[in-house]
């Protein structure tokens, strides 16, 4: 059976609310405009980490090496510590959950051997441990490394199908409020990781109506998919 045939095991934590929605409506808060690329503030970081510097001989292929293994295709089964290195990596543009990823602690294909998995729309970020053997992708777009530290310039509104942002990167901490939301079809997510384990969620709900959240300068991404765009409150 194809990869995306599988069920996502992100689709399925979706389902379960782990934590209360906040309704403090005071702080402010930023976020990626609904007409913008969901992670372009990580762009030059990105860039960053993959490296640009020349070097001669030697010193110059090893780096081109390293490159070649820090961003990668979005379709194919990757050898972690081979084809590609331990690290977090970002997806962006991909559309109508087209783009299905999974991180897997051997090759065997079962079930049992997943870590972890999604669906996606838009923006996602992924962090591949040391420990992981296989990270497979299906109709992503390519991949490229970041630096989960890296500072970006934070705007104030985010799109609500836009996928993962980086808090202090994509979007600055505060309170975001997203309208118009019908039959619990909006779904959020504030993540301390990009793990996409459960221990990986710090809170989630499935909304219907109006939606307000307080993001945390400490929480590490939110996720946002099928929602009404978020807009800073107050």
């Known amino acids: 059976m194809g990869m995306k045939g599988k069920i996502a095991l992100g689709a399925v934590i979706g389902i379960v609310v782990i934590g209360a929605v906040s309704v403090a409506g005071g702080d402010d808060g930023d976020g990626g405009p609904g007409d913008r690329n969901p992670a372009a503030a990580a762009d030059k970081g990105a860039g960053d980490a ?16 390293e490159e070649k ?61 040391d420990g992981d053997k296989l ?27 836009g996928g993962m942002f980086a808090v202090g990167r994509d979007i600055a901490p505060g309170t975001y ?27 989630n709900d499935n909304v219907s109506g109006t939606a307000v959240v307080t993001v945390s300068a400490s929480d590490a991404y939110f996720k946002t998919a099928g929602c009404g765009d978020w807009k800073k409150s107050g």
Do not use: Q
């Open 50 to 65: 993959k490296g640009t510097g020349k070097d001669s001989g030697g010193s110059g292929e090893k780096k081109e090496e």
């Open 69 to 129: 293994k820090a961003a990668f295709g979005g379709d194919g089964d990757f050898r972690v510590g081979t084809d590609i290195k331990p690290g977090t990596y970002r997806s962006t543009g991909n559309t109508d959950d087209g783009c299905y990823w999974e991180r897997a602690k051997d090759a065997s294909g079962e079930l049992d051997s997943l870590l972890a998995n999604d669906n996606v729309t838009g923006t996602t970020y992924v962090t591949v441990k």
């Open 135 to 161: 990270f497979k992708s299906s109709g992503c777009r390519d991949w490229e490394a970041v630096d989960p530290a890296a500072k970006g310039t934070p705007a104030t509104t985010m799109a609500g199908d």
């Open 177 to 203: 409020r997203s309208t118009g939301n019908t039959d619990d079809g909006c779904y959020w997510e504030r993540t301390k990781d990009a793990e996409h384990g459960l221990d990986s969620i710090l809170a």
